[in-house]
C-alpha cells in the first residue's frame, strides 16, 4: 500500500474520533450502530496449497479488485482492513465509510450502494494450509 494511501487513511481515522499511538490505534467516539467485525469462521480450500499458492491468489484479487466495480479508495480500505488485526481493521472500515452486511467483511457496501465482495482466501488462511517446512 502506498505511504499517500497510508496517510489520507490515518487522518480520516483521525477526523472520525481515532487517536494513534505509537503501536496502537484508540476510539474515542463510537457509533453504536456500527457492526462489530470478526474473523471468518474456519474454512477449507478445495485442495491444499501452499502459503505461496495463498498469496498469489490474494495478490492477483486485490490487483483486479477495482475492476469488479466500486471505489478504488474504498478497495483499498477493504485490503487494509483485511490485513489488520481486529481491531485495526474495525477502525479502518469505520473511518473509509464501509457498511458491513457480513461481519466477516465478506460482503460489504460503501456508502453510495456499491457491493463489495471478498472472499474468504484473502480474509483468513484456509485449514488445510500447507505449512513450509
Not at 477449507?44 to 499458492?53: D, G
Not at 490487483?63 to 474495525?90: C, M, S, V
Not at 458491513?100 to 457491493?115: F, M, N, S
Request: hydrophobic share 35%.
Amino acid at each position: 500500500m502506498h505511504y499517500s494511501t497510508l496517510s489520507k487513511m490515518k487522518e480520516a481515522l483521525e477526523n472520525r474520533g481515532y487517536i494513534h499511538t505509537k503501536d496502537r490505534m484508540w476510539l474515542i467516539s463510537s457509533d453504536k450502530n456500527t457492526k462489530k467485525i470478526r474473523k471468518p469462521k474456519p474454512w477449507k480450500h478445495s485442495e491444499p496449497i501452499t502459503r505461496a499458492q495463498l498469496k498469489q491468489m490474494r495478490d492477483e484479487f486485490w490487483d483486479t479488485a477495482p475492476h469488479y466495480g466500486g471505489r478504488k479508495e474504498i478497495w483499498d480500505a477493504l485490503q487494509a482492513a483485511a490485513e489488520a488485526d481486529l481491531t485495526l481493521a474495525q477502525a479502518i472500515v469505520d473511518s473509509a465509510g464501509v457498511i458491513v452486511q457480513a461481519p466477516d467483511l465478506t460482503i460489504c457496501y460503501d456508502e453510495r450502494g456499491a457491493k463489495y465482495e471478498l472472499p474468504k482466501y484473502v480474509l483468513s488462511e484456509p485449514n488445510n494450509l500447507i505449512h513450509d517446512s
